[in-house]
């Protein structure tokens, strides 16, 4: 098992917002991401995909469908 990372994106007009990593644990509307550090870092730069990374067990997301949905945006849409 991985560290639990907790992930807010906002979203405007159906477009993923900005991501944000908390500290403080999960919050009402967050996503919670159970991954480890070096798995975000290759999805982000693309050297990953997140459908790759979910596929294989290395990512697993947990929260409304909406706002996994809309993480799963947001990180298609920073990847370097």
Do not use: C, K, N
Not at 18 to 34: E, K, L, S, T, Y
Not at 39 to 46: D, L, M, R, S, Y
């Amino acid at each position: 098992e991985g560290p639990v990372h907790t992930v807010s994106t906002a979203t405007a007009a159906g477009r993923p917002g900005r991501g944000q990593a908390d500290v403080d644990g999960p919050r009402a509307g967050d996503v919670v991401v159970v991954t480890d550090l070096a798995v975000i870092e290759a999805v982000v730069t693309g050297s990953l995909t997140l459908a790759d990374a979910l596929r294989d067990g290395l990512v697993r997301l947990y929260g409304a469908p909406a706002e996994v949905a809309s993480t799963q945006a947001w990180f298609a849409a920073t990847r370097g």
